[in-house]
């Protein structure tokens, strides 16, 4: 049980990963309820992401619409290493149709310049 809840937590933060690496969206004040709720879609829609598939249209649909102010602070060092490392993150997001700005800082992540 311990590891499929760790599994779980991993999957979250690389979904987070993918979307805190894309161009900002203006966010004016995302709720910790939206944030959460938001969180929630992107676990559900980008679930393969994490075994190393591609990104599903469903899941696509929610990188483009994801609040960068939500996604953020779940970006840790260890996100960054679970998902395949920042290049792989970009690919994944820039196939979603989102544009990857250079030397962009979201969490512990830093675009390449």
Do not use: W, Y
Request: proline content about 6%; glycine content about 8%.
């Amino acid at each position: 049980m311990k590891g499929s809840s760790s599994s779980l937590i991993i999957m979250i933060q690389a979904v987070a990963l993918m979307i805190l690496v894309v161009v900002p969206v203006a966010v004016l004040g995302q709720t910790p309820s939206e944030c959460n709720d938001e969180k929630n879609k992107l676990e559900n829609g980008c679930r393969a992401v994490i075994f190393g598939r591609d990104p599903t249209e469903a899941c696509c649909q929610q990188v483009r619409a994801a609040h960068l102010s939500c996604v953020c602070p779940l970006v840790t060092p260890k996100l960054v290493a679970a998902i395949g490392g920042a290049q792989r993150a970009i690919r994944l997001v820039q196939g979603c149709g989102r544009t990857v700005p250079r030397n962009f800082k979201c969490g512990s992540l830093t675009t390449p310049a």
